[in-house]
């Protein structure tokens, strides 16, 4: 079992941050099984890129049992980010190095180190936070529209979104701001404690990321009274909200292009990429309609995202009060062909909104889409986090996708994976992230981006909640598309894009009594929010770990189709005697298909069981 292997994170439970002078210092543990012993560990860093190595000892207050031996150093953080991993010797483990992607017995690069950032620590309101996303056309209409723009489509709330873009993103269904703030009694049944609304800025589609402006709020919208009215009731609900910015590009509309392209000298000449003429320019995608931005401008970044006058400042003040940003394209933002002011951009925008906090008090979020391979993106003072698209939301879909193929951010087809090998995608995706940034990052299942996660499963309503279990149980920011917890439906990112069903005689009634059990659940348990990730098995079809913190430990078992019973021994899931055992969720014993004794429950005071079926359990085990 995956539970035998030594283990460590970032989290609390692994890492301490202390002092030794004036030198910032990580105390850092490794839990070792008995399966793995070791009769001497090291830690070994690379400061300056030079190798240094540190002797650990038994941590003799942790090590209260025969089967699980604590090992601790104290590692000096000469650099920001360190990099480390453990080196285990001994007659039993014989050689293997320790790293974020698990145990080897060979010699590894430094690739899938651990890291840990001396750099301010996120907001810590994100660990207790839920997220919901808005696409803002689509979610709701006060019914107060205005003249229909030249641009768009005129859509009724139960005309079916269009197959195709660019018709489907014509289309214009009437959502606005007072909408959502009618609406802010559904997020509140839910256990919301977050709005991430898409761009409310004019522009000629409805998804709004080909903005023409940065000045105001989409009149179509409600206006800049509309969001300041949204956010000013959120927060008397204690809900925050942020917005979603493009600093990668604008539309060709927008008022610093058309001022570029009458005048390349002008300022706004050095905000675009141009060739030798005005129609000759650099374009996100190789898409005309998005004119990618030259971060090398300095009056760019001062009105756009660095410094209080702009335009990322300008909505975190009164009468706005955002309490962040969801930064649009980031991984790209900055970077073409010899030319990477990625980082610059991310500090920049980092700085700007944390003189923002210190002002007012309010710490706000900085997160960044980013689709791919992050790590390195995110082991800095710029975004807190990104999207977790790599290494959450792909391998989920690639263990519990239907028989259908699906792509999710890519042109590959996402294989059908087993458990196993979804937790080392999980584990190796992941490495290079420090787990600060982890934390800080959005989780989801599904977007405005990709396929509903309800047709990716192939309808299958278990697998859905089996993919919500894993969401709101796993490190980061859980963030659930509006609709997908009442089992909207959608097989493209057009189609993903449907109108609210407010009518609720078409939702999945079950499925959102179980999306709202797990987001209480994600609520009342801190070990949840914050404690460390442990693997203890996988395979095929199941995946279990655990989340925890010293004196609470939660466990997750995920089965995606029915297989023989499992018996998990107590001594894989905490070294501390157990005091008390609570099953908090338990999807198979409301399952009518098979009878109530097959539930998860406590088969002796040594193990617990888990049933044949699919499903999910969750079960906090109380220690001291």
């Known amino acids: 079992m995956l539970a035998e292997q030594p283990h460590h994170d970032g989290s609390d439970r692994y ?14 543990w490794v839990r070792v099984p008995a399966a793995s012993a070791a009769s001497r560990v090291r830690v070994r860093a690379v400061p300056d890129a030079e190798p240094l190595l540190v002797d650990a000892a038994i941590d003799t207050e942790r090590t209260v049992s025969d089967d699980i031996v604590w090992w601790v150093a104290d590692l000096p953080l000469h650099n920001p980010v360190t990099n480390y991993r453990f080196l285990l010797e001994g007659a039993t483990i014989g050689y293997g190095w320790l790293n974020g992607s698990g145990i080897h017995r060979h010699d590894v690069p430094d690739a899938h180190d651990f890291r840990i950032s001396t750099y301010p620590e996120p907001p810590t309101w994100l660990d207790q936070t839920v997220g919901y996303q808005v696409f803002l056309d689509r979610f709701a209409s006060s ?7 030249e641009w768009a489509i005129r859509a009724t709330w139960d005309t079916p979104v269009a197959q195709d873009s660019p018709t489907s993103t014509h289309q214009l269904y009437g959502g606005d701001l007072s909408g959502v703030e009618k609406h802010l ?3 509140e049944r839910l256990g919301i404690d977050l709005i991430y609304l898409t761009p409310f800025f004019p522009a000629e589609s409805a998804h709004r990321y080909d903005a023409t402006t940065f000045d105001h709020v989409d009149p179509l919208l409600g206006g800049d009274t509309a969001l300041a009215s949204l956010v000013a009731a959120a927060h008397e609900r204690g809900i925050r909200v942020i917005g979603d910015i493009t600093l990668n590009h604008t539309g060709e509309q927008h008022s610093w292009f058309r001022a570029a392209q009458r005048d390349l000298a002008s300022p706004e000449g050095s905000f675009y990429m141009f060739g030798e003429s005005a129609d000759d320019y650099v374009a996100w995608h190789d898409v005309p309609t998005l004119p990618k931005l030259d971060h090398r401008s300095t009056e760019l970044a001062g009105r756009l995202y660095s410094g209080d006058r702009s335009t990322i400042a300008r909505f975190l003040d009164v009468p706005f009060g955002l309490d962040g940003w969801r930064v649009d394209c980031a991984n790209t933002t900055g970077r073409h062909g010899d030319v990477d002011r990625n980082r610059d951009v991310a500090t ?6 944390d003189r923002r906090g210190a002002v007012d008090g309010r710490a706000r979020w900085l997160v960044a889409e980013h689709c791919y391979d992050a790590g390195n993106d995110l082991d800095g ?7 977790a698209y790599q290494w959450f939301t792909r391998p989920i879909w690639s263990w519990l996708r239907g028989e259908r193929p ?3 951010m890519s042109q590959i087809e996402l294989p059908s994976l087993g458990g196993d090998q979804v937790v080392q995608s999980m584990r190796e995706l992941g490495a290079n992230v420090t787990w600060a940034a982890r934390l800080a990052s959005m989780t989801m299942l599904d977007s405005h981006d990709s396929a509903r996660f309800r047709t990716a499963v192939g309808g299958n309503r278990m697998r859905h909640i089996v993919g919500l279990a894993a969401l709101l149980s796993m490190p980061g920011v859980p963030t659930i598309f509006a609709g997908s917890e009442v089992g909207v439906v959608g097989d493209s990112m057009d189609t993903c894009r449907v109108p609210f069903p407010w009518d609720e005689s078409q939702w999945d009634r079950d499925l959102f ?22 693997w203890i098995d996988a395979s095929s079809d199941a995946i279990t770990f655990v989340r925890e913190l010293a004196e ?6 995920l089965r995606r189709a029915p297989g023989e019973r499992r018996s998990i021994p107590m001594g894989f899931l905490t070294d501390r005697p157990i005091r008390h055992v609570d099953t908090r969720f338990d999807s198979r014993a409301s399952d009518t298909d098979r009878a109530d004794t097959d539930c998860a429950g406590i088969a002796s005071t040594d193990r617990i069981d888990f049933a044949e079926s699919a499903g999910v359990s969750i079960i906090a085990l109380v220690t001291g």
């Open 381 to 387: 003072d710029g975004w807190h986090g990104s999207m």
């Open 513 to 534: 009594d179980a999306t709202t059990q797990l987001i209480r659940i994600r609520h009342d348990e801190p070990a949840l929010q914050r404690g460390a990730l442990r």
């Open 406 to 408: 699906f792509t999710l």
């Open 15 to 28: 890492t301490q941050r202390t002092t030794s002078g004036d030198m910032p210092i990580a105390r850092v």
């Open 143 to 149: 019914g107060e529209h205005g003249p229909t723009p």
């Open 552 to 557: 609470r430990t939660v466990l997750v078992d």
């Open 348 to 353: 920049a925008a980092r700085r700007t909104i």
């Open 185 to 187: 009694d559904h997020l």
